[in-house]
């Protein structure tokens, strides 16, 4: 029996309970798909032209994660900030998304007032706090949700209600439904009670074990990338980094060599999805022949599922999962954040 087969010894360490709140998502995703549909927006929203989405850590995944799809998909240009100022592009045909949990996050807030001087249509989404007292104020649509999760364990509440939001405006015309599914069943194969032998993340989270992991992907997978790094970074407390594909092949590769120590401390975790277009394929073949060469390990992890959520939340959670098991590995409670509550 492993370390991660010791059910006891896990919720000794997860005093917080994460694992619950890992288990929690798809029902986080559908309460706030719910809620949304009793939210009222101006009619002139409708006519918005392009969407500027704030929020800063774990409040900032379910903006990416909206806003990182085939360009085909998007009607109206998106972006995403974290930050203190907004866009200089930014007035009252800008539909601004304003996510923070705790609803006092220092950048958000600026960025809010930001966003009243440009007399854009203000949407905040918050668990509590100064943002949503500030928003009254402006006549902003507000979007709570009630939980004692930490930001980033909160994600399916801030991803219903974004989603849930430009759905209702029209903005994006796919669903979360097959991807919910998959969620619940991918959830039941990579709880603590599966053991180590048939379960993927516990296996991804021993491979991860004394090694600097370095997340890789593309096209629909960089949001999901980003949070693979950011979950390993919080719930573990370890280094990981990020390299995206096809730009990581004009530089990344051709710093694998030195320092010669650092060789057999990488763990190189690649994500690919069935979207890319052949040449990008191409490119994932030869980073993995380059890692062959230098000897460097990999981990491949596929995504399931046919739609772009369904791929993007698949591979998330198995991240999520992976990195609470690398906490339990290094011997930490994965909820706490020490170091950025005291910057804070």
Request: net charge positive; hydrophobic share 40%; glycine share 4%.
């Amino acid at each position: 029996m492993t370390t991660l087969d010791k059910i006891q010894q896990i919720k000794s360490l997860d005093k917080s309970e994460m694992a619950e709140y890992i288990l929690e998502m798809p029902k986080q995703i559908k309460d706030s798909l719910e809620k949304i549909k009793k939210i009222n927006f101006p009619k002139d929203w409708s006519k918005i032209k392009n969407i500027c989405l704030c929020g800063m850590g774990g409040s900032a995944v379910a903006n990416h994660l909206i806003t990182n799809l085939p360009k085909s998909k998007r009607k109206i240009p998106m972006y995403v900030m974290r930050d203190y100022e907004i866009p200089a592009w930014v007035n009252k045909d800008t539909l601004i998304i304003l996510t923070s949990h705790s609803g006092a996050t220092k950048e958000t807030i600026s960025a809010f007032k930001y966003s009243a001087v440009a007399e854009a249509k203000i949407f905040i989404i918050a668990e509590r706090g100064q943002l949503e007292k500030l928003g009254a104020k402006e006549n902003a649509v507000v979007f709570d949700y009630n939980t004692k999760a930490t930001p980033r364990a909160s994600l399916g509440y801030q991803l219903g209600a974004v989603f849930g939001a430009l759905k209702k405006l029209n903005i994006l015309d796919c669903g979360l439904e097959n991807a919910i599914k998959l969620l619940e069943k991918i959830n039941k194969n990579l709880k603590p009670e599966i053991k180590t032998e048939n379960n993927f993340a516990k296996q991804l989270a021993f491979c991860a074990l004394d090694r600097l992991p370095i997340i890789v992907g593309s096209g629909i997978l960089e949001s999901v990338v980003w949070r693979w790094k950011t979950q390993i970074n919080e719930n573990a407390n370890q280094f990981a980094f990020t390299e995206f594909l096809p730009e990581a092949m004009h530089n990344a590769v051709q710093g694998l060599d030195l320092p010669t120590r650092f060789q057999d401390d990488l763990i190189y975790f690649i994500l690919q999805n069935t979207f890319d277009k052949p040449e990008l394929i191409n490119q994932f073949d030869k980073l993995k022949s380059v890692l062959q060469e230098k000897k460097i390990r990999y981990e491949i992890i596929n995504t399931e599922g046919k739609d772009i959520f369904e791929q993007k939340l698949s591979t998330l959670i198995i991240g999520d999962w992976m990195s609470f098991y690398l906490a339990i590995l290094n011997n930490v409670d994965p909820t706490p954040v020490e170091t950025i509550t005291t910057l804070k």
